[in-house]
């Protein structure tokens, strides 16, 4: 079955620390994959996306997430985390066979802390 | 381009009653999903449209149902409504084909009361 996990439910840094979150995935088939992220009353904005080629991706915001097939990972990283990354961080699988049907995990709060 | 724009932007219910939710996609997005994200969670499919019709459907009831219209845009309605059905309800929308990324409008929180 398709599942996405994020083990930590809440993260607390320092501004100017370095971040990662964490994500595995369970899925059947080659897997593209995803990062969101939601502020407050917000919707989803795609941070980075892994279809293919190069695992280490590069998204806005300075965040960069590597795919490691080997450990059904992908997860995200920061190198300093800025006071306006505080939200909360979504990964996501799905594939091109079923569009946007995208599993979600239940995603990480992020506070950062002066 | 105004993105994906999803109305209203919020709405309470009474139990038992009707809601109709509005989605708007990207400008050039042909596909259009619903999701439903209860507080605390990750946004769960519901179903996604394409052509004016539904194409993959979650594991929701049949009380959920949508529509596409031939402009792209899409409603997503849901009927008999439970406490349990209060969430944010994000569309989002995407341009047929493989490897194109989604984009999520702000979504609609609905309360049931």
């Known amino acids: 079955a398709q599942s996405v996990t994020q083990p930590d439910i809440h993260i607390t840094v320092s501004e100017g620390a370095s971040l990662e979150l964490r994500c595995n995935y369970s899925?059947?088939?080659?897997?593209?994959l995803f990062w969101y992220v939601q502020s407050p009353g917000q919707g989803l904005q795609l941070l980075l996306k892994?279809?293919?080629?190069?695992?280490l991706v590069q998204g806005i915001k300075g965040f960069e997430a590597e795919f490691k097939r080997s450990q059904s990972s992908f997860n995200l990283r920061k190198p300093s985390v800025h006071w306006s990354d505080a939200a909360e961080y979504f990964c996501?699988?799905?594939?091109?066979?079923?569009?946007?049907?995208?599993?979600f995990g239940t995603g990480t709060s992020l506070t950062v802390i002066p | 381009d105004a993105g994906v724009t999803q109305s209203p932007t919020h709405l309470i219910k009474t139990r038992g009653q009707q809601v109709t939710l509005r989605c708007s996609p990207k400008?050039?997005?042909?596909?259009v999903s619903w999701y439903q994200q209860a507080l605390g969670q990750g946004p769960q499919f519901i179903f996604q449209?394409?052509?004016?019709?539904?194409?993959q459907r979650g594991n929701f009831p049949d009380r959920f149902s949508g529509h596409q219209f031939p402009n792209y845009s899409s409603e997503l309605n849901v009927n008999a409504l439970l406490l349990g059905d209060s969430a944010l309800y994000l569309c989002?929308?995407?341009?047929?084909?493989?490897?194109?990324?989604?984009?999520f409008g702000q979504g609609t929180r609905l309360t049931v009361v």
């Open positions: 989002a929308s995407r341009r047929q084909g493989e490897g194109t990324e989604a984009f």
């Open positions: 899925y059947g088939a080659t897997p593209y």
């Open positions: 892994y279809f293919s080629g190069d695992t």
């Open positions: 996501a699988v799905g594939a091109v066979n079923t569009g946007n049907q995208f599993y």
């Open positions: 400008s050039g997005h042909d596909t």
């Open positions: 449209y394409y052509e004016e019709e539904e194409r």
